[in-house]
């Protein structure tokens, strides 16, 4: 447990490290690239001092963790407003969409393979593999404007991109939800199977439990660990679709912020979000691992 | 399935071959083709510059081709050296490269990608140092897992007995154990960097216009897409299949070498 923190530790340092070398390894002189070869020496020289560019490397450094530590992301170069305003906003719009795709995935990702496992070789079996199969290869920048024009244009029943109404984060967490969907059926699905044959529900039947009884009581909680994993797993490609589906829907989130800054090269901000997208997928991971030992008491040892 | 897929790799390499024999210039604009349905003449319609959306993907996944193929060599080819120094040396260095993997993987997906296509300037060299910042990880891993592994079997131990010395050990028996699963993990990346590829192009940060990119051809589409729904489902039809062929001839590979997952 504690190598695990400690592993979970260094790993963030890590991606704070690796974040603080964007700026450092922009070609050229970083200060020109933001602002442009037009922009005055007078201005250059104000940036440059404000991003701490004119510091030693180790100063520069220190000076980053002790802002970070007070909760201070800096400031935007294009707004020359704060970040941290900007960034917790969009933190927000990603984690709704982000909760709404992964409880869709679990939800139905769990019922569905239940059911193919429940009822192997059927008809339904055969449709919920090849409906899996399709959309665990179906990439996002093309499942979402499939969705689009399904479900918008076609059937006019969502708005096709944006934010406005409380139906527009349907579209998109739907783009993000259906390949972890996909996987997490394939995965109960197998798990079920070798559940179903395994001791503990044939020790079951024989004590002369019920089917229901055998399902909710027995597989339920032994396809759980495997899920747990695999979720966590997903949560990497959950955050890197995100970067996608929020650029395609225009929904005002981590993702899309990422983006637009580094369309706009406002490095302050792209530094902000990638440290923040790794550490929660750094911290995600983490709680998986605690979660795992948590569930199977074999882990502990 | 095994049909659908051999009919989309015939496809595509006869494409190629076209290309390549006859030649053909995807950057011919017909103005007043804008945005043609498929018909018998362009059987993938035209796009929002009168091309040839046909032409166009062909000259697209060439650009992509050119940039995986160097990718996987770059990320296969330090990745094994990496996974197999570490797992057949073990000790400090192994500790070491297990930290600096463990790094890299904390960052999801694209992101470490993302991240150096942001600050490099957009183009082809550029595009293939942020894919392979990340790759080689994953060869490293699976390198060091297999390497540990064939270390234990008693080939190596009866050769290491005979007195070879450990670059030999390495490179008669390590590596060619390594090769198969080796070249089934290149093909799952390079399906893998298909999508990363266009996924880069498709946020503005990959290739650029003119030049046809995969990526690039779908975040023209989607700009479209209310009056041409056509041209979106097109190419991101194309880029699927060809990830679906790629994915199912691992698949194959996979099988067909009996490998075993760790």
Known sequence: ?301 | MKQIALTIILFWTCSLIYKILIGFDSSVMEVDEILFVPNLTYWFGKDDFGRDIYLRLIDGFINSFQIILVVTLITSISGILIGVLSGYLGGRLDQVIKFVTTLFMSFPGILLAIAFAAILSPGKLNLIIALSIGGWVGYARLARAQTLLVKEQDFVKASQTMGSSKSRTVFRHILPALSTPMIVEATYAVAGLIIAEASLSFLGLGLQAPEASLGGMMRDSVRYLLASPHYAIIVGASIMSMVFAINFFGDFLHKFWGIKDD
């Not at chain 1, 699905?189 to 001791?199: G, V």
């Not at chain 1, 981590?254 to 406002?266: E, N, P, Y």
Request: a neutral charge; aromatic letters at 10%; glycine letters at 8%.
């Open chain 1, 1 to 301: 447990m504690l190598k695990l923190l400690l592993t979970s530790v260094c790993q963030i340092f890590g991606i704070f490290f690796i974040t603080f070398l964007i700026l450092h390894l922009i070609p050229g002189d970083p200060v020109l690239v933001m602002m442009g070869e037009s922009a005055s020496l007078a201005d250059q020289e104000k940036l440059r001092s404000e991003l701490g560019l004119d510091k030693s490397i180790v100063e520069q450094m220190t000076n980053a963790i002790s802002q970070l530590a007070q909760g201070n992301f800096g400031t935007s170069i294009l707004t020359n407003m704060p970040i941290k305003p900007q960034l917790f906003d969009a933190i927000n719009n990603t984690y709704a969409l982000a909760s709404l795709a992964l409880s869709i995935a679990i939800i139905f990702g769990f019922i569905g393979g239940i059911l193919a496992a429940k009822y192997q070789g059927s008809y339904i079996d055969t449709c919920i593999i090849n409906a899996s199969l399709f959309f665990i290869s179906i990439p996002h920048f093309f499942l979402g404007p499939l969705l689009i024009l399904m479900m918008s244009i076609y059937l006019g029943w969502l708005p096709v991109s944006g934010m406005e109404g409380k139906y527009a984060i349907i579209l998109p967490a739907l783009t993000l939800a259906l390949g972890m969907l996909a996987i997490i059926i394939k995965m109960t699905r197998n798990s079920m199977l070798e559940i179903i044959n395994s001791d503990v529900v044939r020790t079951a039947r024989a004590k002369g439990l019920g089917e229901l009884a055998i399902t909710l009581h027995h597989m339920f909680r032994l396809v759980l660990i495997p899920l747990i994993t695999i979720i966590g797993m997903q949560f990497g490609s959950l955050l890197s679709g995100a970067v996608i589906t929020e650029t395609l829907f225009s929904w005002d989130g981590l993702g899309k912020l990422l983006v637009t800054s580094i369309q706009t090269r406002d490095y302050p901000v792209t530094q902000a979000c990638i440290l923040i997208i790794a550490t929660s997928y750094v911290f995600i991971n983490f709680l998986t691992e605690v979660a795992y030992r948590f569930l199977d008491p074999r882990m502990r040892h």
